[in-house]
């Protein structure tokens, strides 16, 4: 039974982020939602360190594949789209 994982270290994003709240509301709680989301793709770094029993950790593009994959998934959430 193969077995696959990895951990993520050393989160860092830089980007501007807004927050938008709307509809107001007279009455608590005074926000009817909120929105928060980039307008331009944020700049951001992790460590990944896989945890395979079927893989060496140290096949560097294995590694570089899932930090690629998940760059695209990240932006995809973050990122309102133009």
Known sequence: KARFGFELRDF???G????????IL???????ACQVFFLNPPQFDFH???Q???LPSSLRF????LKD???????AKV????
């Open 12 to 14: 860092a994003m830089d």
């Open 16 to 23: 501007l982020l807004s927050v938008v709240f709307r509809p």
């Open 26 to 32: 007279q009455d608590p709680p005074f926000v009817g």
């Open 48 to 50: 990944l360190k896989l």
């Open 52 to 54: 395979a029993g079927f």
């Open 62 to 65: 294995v590694d570089q594949k």
């Open 69 to 75: 994959a998940l760059r695209k998934e990240l932006l």
């Open 79 to 82: 990122v309102l789209p133009q």
